[in-house]
């Protein structure tokens, strides 16, 4: 089976570092969200892109985090500086959307857990 | 936004059928309904999805009625492997292209 692969798995660093989370989307998905989870907050739609063009970051902290896809098999999510309260898992999705039919659904990967001491 | 209610933990034993409800009031005409399951420390995972009346796969139902004001997965036979939290979301232009999750139903199955 197609998969979304999110690197790393798992990171730890402290407080004030830049932390890069990558994630590649299935060839030939055209849409790409990425996720914060936390216990507090549930599933939190940081920002969102359709054809490598972002189209919504709403949902994201300005300051601090940023949002690219660089090309079509790259994505990337970027804290800098990381704070404690980052502190979550990350999760990426893609799926192919075509004009207003169905998506028949998302394919998320495993996530990144990001732990800033 | 379409906003989504679903109750927040069922519990169930093994073999039984489950039915989670989900409630959208304002879902609009393009709209169409999916369910995701998560289990700990995974990805949610794609389910099922619909307009309306019955779909059906091989992982659960899906029954919409006309109004598509509600929507019920069904899960048949369950088993100690579907513990997971189940999401219910609309989804379509009019909610911008986003895919929301709301709290979602923490299913616990009993052996």
């Known amino acids: 089976d197609a998969r979304v692969t999110q690197t790393p798995r798992d990171k730890v660093t402290e407080m004030g570092q830049e932390v890069t989370m990558r994630c590649q989307p299935i060839l030939g998905h055209n849409t790409v969200f990425w996720y914060r989870q936390t216990m507090m907050q549930g599933l939190e739609l940081l920002a969102y892109f359709r054809n490598r063009a972002p189209l919504d970051d709403s949902g994201m902290p300005k300051d601090r985090f940023s949002a690219e896809m660089p090309d079509a098999t790259l994505a990337t999510l970027k804290i800098q500086p990381s704070e404690p309260r980052d502190s979550a898992v990350y999760f990426c999705?893609?799926?192919?959307?075509?004009?207003?039919?169905?998506?028949?659904?998302?394919?998320f990967g495993s996530g990144t857990r990001l732990t800033v001491v | 936004l379409a906003k989504t209610t679903q109750p927040i933990s069922m519990d169930s034993y093994e073999g039984q059928e489950v039915n989670i409800t989900c409630s959208h009031n304002n879902i609009a005409t393009n709209d169409y309904i999916t369910w995701y399951q998560q289990f700990p420390s995974q990805g949610p995972r794609f389910i099922i999805q619909?307009?309306?009346t019955k779909v059906t796969n091989e992982v659960a139902s899906l029954f919409i009625p006309a109004d598509r004001k509600s929507s019920t997965l069904s899960l048949p036979r369950v088993s100690l492997s579907d513990t997971a939290v189940y999401y219910c979301?609309?989804?379509?232009?009019?909610?911008?292209?986003?895919?929301?999750f709301g709290q979602g139903t923490e299913l616990s199955v009993k052996p």
């Open positions: 979301l609309v989804e379509g232009p009019n909610q911008g292209g986003k895919l929301i």
């Open positions: 999705a893609s799926g192919l959307v075509s004009g207003t039919s169905y998506n028949y659904g998302y394919t």
């Open positions: 619909g307009y309306k």
